[in-house]
């Protein structure tokens, strides 16, 4: 009996459609005046949840969350000609959301949380570059 690959040639995960679907959720959250996971977690819009504690006194939850988005970008987008435009998006996005906690309502803008955004897009950029050093060897 003859089998049919049926992922031939295709990628078994579109990261390129799941980079736009968490940008577009990082986006809603990251803007909503209040905490939607505090209010799911914890049935109120006012607690932030932390899963765990600050790294050197640097947001923890925005390393993890900017190292995620930022992998699934740069990994959907490493072989393409806009992997620079990704990259600056990424460092772009993680100062832009936060500055504008400066004009939301009950949120509020802090070094800490900036810090960690941008250290979950440096350290994914590391990862891509050490992931593309070892598969070019």
Known sequence: MKYINIFKNKSFINFKSLFH???FLLIIFYLYPGSIFGYLV???FNIQPQITNDIFSISSNHIYIFTIISLIGLFAYYRNYLFKIIL???FFISIFLELLHLI???RGFEIKDLA???????LSYIIIKLFKKRKSK
């Open 21 to 23: 679907l968490a940008n």
């Open 42 to 44: 914890y049935g109120n």
């Open 88 to 90: 600056f998006y990424l």
């Open 104 to 106: 939301i309502p009950q």
């Open 116 to 122: 960690g955004n941008i250290i979950g897009v440096i």
